[in-house]
């Protein structure tokens, strides 16, 4: 019988990619660097209004060499998965606030030891980027207000914000919210692609013919919740004008998710794109450190229902730059994705007579652009491109905080004989 393996990649069947333990709201408070960091972060909003963010790291980080110099530790202490998440995204989101404090004017192109050598060997770690991603601004990024209900978007707020805003919150909550929506398709795509799988096997060993129509009969179910689940995660996009004012999106918030690959500074007759990581030992001579900014391009719910659906899209460049987005993904997220790529529900419901099932695969396609859709033609052209155009900007110009403002929605419906039973 077909299995769930959610848990085998850190995905949870209520929550989705959303960790299973609540993010926590401070590392624990009784290691110094711990607390001088729990503070810092709760600070961002205030100390970037007044510009003081920089000051007060370069200040903190004179207190981190003195430690290191007398043999003190300077370190943060973590000792689990989640104190580590804690601690990468306070420090990624200092270190940020740090780099861009004025994006008036030229950022920073060097990250302090007191943040590069805490930053570094927790994402060496897990080898990952050490960079703010989606999975650290939303997937961590969130509390709940009632302990003892779910998720959802009247009981969650955001931990921590570089603004300090209600725009700010409501934008992080939106995304919290659909990751939540998300997870039952994320447990039907699980599933689905398990039964379609075990139902291939059963057909070439030729076991338990009768068995069939059940089957169909249980993975239009599963089609059926993807399709539903997309539903609802759209009708939740389409709130986020109801508390995130386009305009200050555009001219205050967006800024603070720029991409490192943004940074460039002149060093002698060169420009030398990137940032540094100081008392990080590099063996390049030029800066190892140029990533794109936090996205929601790289949340893994919509590349894993793809891998699912079996949707395929246009080899263009817009392929690959979704593809790269995939890098910034938690390992076992990507694997997760990989693990769907070869499933067998495109070739069961091929073979099928089942208008049902057959309709329920399509609408599920259809449903799944429809929530692309709802991106582009809905938030980015409300929050980007209009913005944009009332300042002369044309769309040829802009590049998003992920590379990119275009989502590649050239899905292409799989043409079914579906229709011809309605």
Excluded at 85 to 100: D, H, S, V
Aim: glycine share 4%; net charge neutral.
């Amino acid at each position: 019988m077909y299995s769930n393996r959610l848990f085998s990649f850190a995905i949870d069947a209520e929550r989705g990619f959303l960790p299973k333990q609540n993010p926590l709201i401070e590392l624990p408070p009784n290691a110094e660097w711990n607390r001088k960091f729990n503070q810092l972060a709760k600070n961002i909003p205030q100390l970037l209004k007044e510009k003081k963010l920089r000051i007060v790291v370069d200040a903190l980080n004179q207190e981190f060499e003195a430690a290191v110099i007398n043999g003190r530790s300077a370190q943060v202490t973590v000792e689990n998965l989640a104190q580590k998440n804690a601690a990468l995204l306070m420090l990624l989101m200092i270190a940020q606030a740090y780099l861009w404090e004025d994006a008036n004017n030229k950022p920073r192109n060097m990250l302090p030891a007191v943040l590069a050598k805490n930053i570094y060997p927790l994402c060496k770690m897990q080898q990952r980027y050490p960079t703010l991603t989606y999975a650290d601004y939303v997937l961590n990024n969130w509390r709940l207000k009632d302990q003892t209900k779910k998720i959802t978007l009247d009981n969650i707020e955001p931990l921590f914000t570089f603004t300090g805003s209600l725009d700010e919150a409501w934008f992080i909550k939106i995304h919290v919210a659909i990751e939540a929506v998300f997870a039952k398709a994320l447990d039907a795509a699980q599933r689905a692609c398990a039964l379609a799988d075990d139902m291939v096997l059963r057909e070439k060993m030729a076991l338990a013919p009768q068995q069939k129509d059940e089957d169909e009969e249980v993975l239009t179910e599963f089609l059926t919740q993807i399709n539903h689940s997309l539903a609802a995660a759209t009708k939740l996009l389409q709130g986020m004008k109801t508390g995130c004012d386009p305009h200050y999106f555009w001219h205050t918030l967006r800024s603070h998710f720029n991409g490192w690959e943004k940074i460039s500074v002149k060093v002698g007759d060169k420009e030398e794109t990137g940032v540094r990581f100081s008392g990080v030992d590099a063996e390049s001579k030029i800066p190892a450190h140029r990533y794109i900014g936090a996205s929601g391009a790289q949340s893994s719910s919509i590349p894993a229902l793809d891998r699912a659906l079996g949707v395929k899209h246009e080899m263009n460049n817009m392929f690959q730059t979704a593809q790269s987005f995939e890098h910034y993904m938690p390992l076992e997220h990507r694997a997760f994705i990989m693990s769907l790529q070869q499933n067998k529900i495109r070739k069961i419901v091929a073979a099928s007579d089942s208008p049902k099932l057959i309709v329920a695969l399509e609408d599920a396609v259809t449903m799944l652009q429809m929530f692309r859709e709802g991106h582009r033609g809905g938030l980015v052209k409300r929050y980007i491109f209009d913005p944009a155009e009332e300042q002369g900007i044309s769309r040829e110009q802009i590049t998003g905080t992920g590379g990119t403002v275009e989502e590649y929605l050239q899905t292409r419906s799989y043409n079914t004989k579906a229709r011809a039973h309605l």
